[in-house]
């Protein structure tokens, strides 16, 4: 039994193929347009939100007689008018280690522009359970003694029922393994160290990382959902320009004026 730390990694992110996009500037006839944008995933909700009013230039359009030019100022006022449909091009691949299934059974309600890939447990054995003790009991010895040994005891069991079950025996078909590894997990505790792949887009995220660490949520999807908008509030400032922290019951609370964009 291990105390684990949950971790977030920022794995991907929309990228711009260059030639395309010149090649569609050309065809509308800016071909020197550029924005000062420093990330690919902003560049591109600019590009989306200028493509609907044709405002990559005052006069391109005959209604646009100026423009807000710098990426900063052009999506601060998408996100302040809730054109949020632009927001969705934009999608980030997110992997959380080390949390919990309290934790992931919480993330997968989230459903609308959200792809997920989990740790199966089917598959993957339990030999090292990892566990995150949460700061409500944290402090409380005696509680932390009576968590710790019950993992111990669940892990002793896993490795236990392992081998009465043959599971590392050179004959022991894969199918099988699968079979009987689904069937020990039944009495894997809920607290159990894994890990799932998340990818949103930039629209639902805003929307998640409001709702999953205010004050009110589950503590360990507070604390997981605090690191993601460090790591994006840092990566793509004029997208989350609008947010921000204070510390509510020891975790952080990420919060805007402008609210379902």
């Not at 500037?25 to 044709?54: N, Q």
């Not at 236990?160 to 590894?181: N, W």
């Amino acid at each position: 039994m291990r105390i684990v730390e949950p971790k977030v990694f920022l794995v991907g992110e929309t990228r711009i193929m260059k030639s395309e996009l010149n090649a569609y500037l050309r065809h509308i006839g800016v071909p020197k347009w550029k924005s000062d944008a420093t990330t690919d995933a902003e560049k591109l909700t600019e590009v989306y939100g200028r493509l609907c009013y044709r405002s990559f230039v005052p006069g391109l359009n005959p209604n646009v007689k100026k423009i807000r030019e710098r990426n900063k100022d052009y999506l601060e006022n998408v996100i302040e008018v809730k054109h949020g449909s632009v927001l969705e091009h934009i999608t980030l691949n997110f992997i959380f280690a080390d949390v919990s299934r309290v934790f992931t059974h919480e993330l997968v309600r989230h459903r609308v522009g959200v792809a997920i890939s989990q740790e199966s447990l089917r598959f993957v054995r339990l030999t090292d359970l990892g566990f995150w003790p949460p700061l409500a009991v944290r402090e409380n010895e005696k509680v932390m003694e009576v968590m710790s040994n019950t993992f111990k005891i669940l892990e002793k069991l896993q490795k236990d029922l392992a081998e009465e079950l043959g599971l590392d025996e050179e004959d022991k078909k894969f199918a099988e393994k699968k079979k009987l590894t689904s069937a020990m997990r039944r009495i894997a505790p809920l607290g159990s160290a894994t890990a799932i792949g998340w990818s949103t887009n930039i629209r639902n995220l805003r929307h998640v990382i409001e709702m999953r660490t205010d004050p009110a949520a589950e503590e360990e999807i507070r604390l997981v959902f605090g690191k993601v908008a460090e790591i994006v509030k840092e990566r793509y400032p004029n997208l989350f320009a609008d947010y921000e922290v204070e510390i509510a019951d020891g975790l952080p609370w990420w919060h805007t004026k402008n609210k379902k964009v």
